[in-house]
């Protein structure tokens, strides 16, 4: 932001992004703890009057769907089970 002031822009939006993460397990942080952490570090590093953008879709909507698929093969890697499913990247994991 600072380099963007020195080249004549006033910057009054930042986009944070998302990755907000699901919490599938117990080893995932609260949602709270790490909005927390991040109201923390936005505050330290931008003035007040920047507005904050912030895409969190897949925390929102991560949980609301169960996705069934068959185990079509199964084998062994680096000493590591590996188990393959009749869905993936070109389908139901499409942009994830």
Known sequence: MEEAETRG????????GGGFPVRYDPHVRLFHELTG??????????????????EPG???IGSAATLVAEVIEKSERDGKRCYFINDGI???????
């Open 37 to 54: 952490i991040l109201s923390k570090e936005l505050n330290r590093l931008f003035p007040k009057s920047l507005e904050i953008l912030s």
């Open 90 to 96: 070109y389908s139901t994991y499409s942009g994830i």
């Open 9 to 16: 822009f006033h910057l009054r939006l930042l986009d944070i």
């Open 58 to 60: 897949r925390f929102m």
